[in-house]
């Protein structure tokens, strides 16, 4: 019985994420610049490297700004509509309803993530295709927490407007133009998605990762804090509708 629950409630988030286009907006841009940039930007600005810089951009896209917003619309929009009330009231636990909510957007992102190194134009190697997913789906993972974070503290649609761009812009734009300014360099290599991104622009080239043990120590401790938080959220307010 509830194996069916799950499974209903799984379908419901799928058609309801497919049709929600502010959610879907970071995935469709992805796709879009992929094709846009790879057939109208000029191969001699990059000094060869067009194709690289066209995926390690629209990976952004998908994996942090798609990540937080497919969450955490969503659950505002739930929250405003009361139907996160009928659901928590009925045989739906908070648990299912959590699994339910990250499923349908993790299938959505890392779908796109496959495609994307063929729209972008750019040829990896067997090896450093595998690398690639494991990173993407890294960033996703950890932009999720985030998405959720924000989806348990905003009560309505309206509420993630004043927190989701402030939340996504540093996290996409600071490692972006970290190439062009050093202090947003070092800013950066203290942020998981700027980690990330430097060893998907080495993958991007089929060049080895040069990964330090400061760099994996980042990571993991900003994804115990982002988890240990959710979780902490998670135990005192629980995924539910505001009063």
Known sequence: MKTNNISVLLKVKFKLLIKNFSAMVGSILAIFFSILFRTTLPNI?????????????????????ASIMMISIPMAEEKEKKSLKLLISSSISQTDY?????????VVIMIT????????????????????????????LMSMIVGLLIGILCRKISDTSYVVLPVILPLILIPQFATFNQSMAKVSNYLYTGILLKMLRAVSLNQSIQLS???LGIILLEFILLLGFFFYLYN???????K
Not at 98 to 106: G, N, Y
Not at 236 to 242: A, D, P, W, Y
């Open 213 to 215: 043990l400061q760099s």
């Open 45 to 65: 600005s990059f000094d060869g490297q067009k194709a690289p810089f066209i995926l390690m951009m629209v990976v952004m896209f998908n994996s942090v700004m």
């Open 113 to 140: 993530n496959f495609i994307l190194p063929f729209l972008s134009g750019v040829k990896l190697q067997i090896m450093s295709y595998l690398i690639y997913i494991v990173i993407s789906m890294i960033m996703t």
């Open 98 to 106: 959590v699994i339910a909510t990250i499923t349908p957007p993790f």
């Open 236 to 242: 005192s307010r629980g995924i539910r509708l505001e």
